[in-house]
């Protein structure tokens, strides 16, 4: 488990050492605009299934996604005009949504996702050029981590930990982000508030 300690707002070098981990199938922990999250390449069923044993959560659940725009939503989900309509109401926010998933990705339920507004998670993304996989970093049902320190006391005596850690004090972590179901728009559902 390797650090990265980040002392006032992300430097290039800082997210090119972040985006070659995750390009290489390795599992960070950052802190996002909600809470601290272990992310991953989405298309990494190597990472997926690293995350689901750090967090000793089943293999089939699925997790929040963290696009860098409208486009890239797209191309993995199924997003009508009034999702869309409605989406540019909420995002970029702490919001996510869940949507029908495309087929080739061959997810029968829907999909969770989240465009953050945080310009560091942002680049990162873009630079990934696909979305990360973000949940909570916690084993499954305790409460989140919401600091790098946390984190490093947890997993510092088990056999599996997070690739990287990534310290940054000046972010602030609070809250997980709530979770709208907007498959039907007819019928909205609040799933986590």
Not at 145 to 157: A, C, N, P, T, V
Request: charge should be positive.
């Amino acid at each position: 488990m390797e650090t990265l300690q980040i002392e006032k707002n992300y430097n290039s070098k800082e997210i090119k050492v972040i985006v070659d981990y995750l390009k290489n199938e390795k599992v960070i922990a950052i802190a996002t605009d909600t809470i601290y999250g272990f992310s991953a390449k989405f298309s990494s069923h190597v990472a997926r299934k690293k995350i689901s044993k750090l967090k000793n959560r089943s293999k089939k659940q699925y997790f929040v996604i963290l696009i860098s725009s409208l486009n890239m939503l797209r191309n993995y989900c199924i997003v009508s005009s009034s999702q869309e309509k409605y989406l540019k109401k909420i995002w970029p926010g702490n919001i996510s949504v869940i949507l029908q998933a495309k087929d080739n990705l061959e997810i029968t339920v829907g999909l969770a996702v989240r465009f953050p507004k945080n310009d560091y998670l942002l680049k990162i993304i873009r630079q990934v050029k696909e979305p990360i996989i973000s949940t909570s970093v916690n084993i499954s049902g305790f409460p989140s981590i919401l600091k790098g320190e946390e984190i490093l006391e947890k997993w510092q005596f088990v056999k599996d930990k997070p690739d990287l850690v990534v310290l940054d004090k000046e972010v602030a972590c609070g809250k997980a982000s709530q979770i709208i179901d907007i498959r039907d728009m007819k019928n909205i559902k609040i799933i986590r508030k």
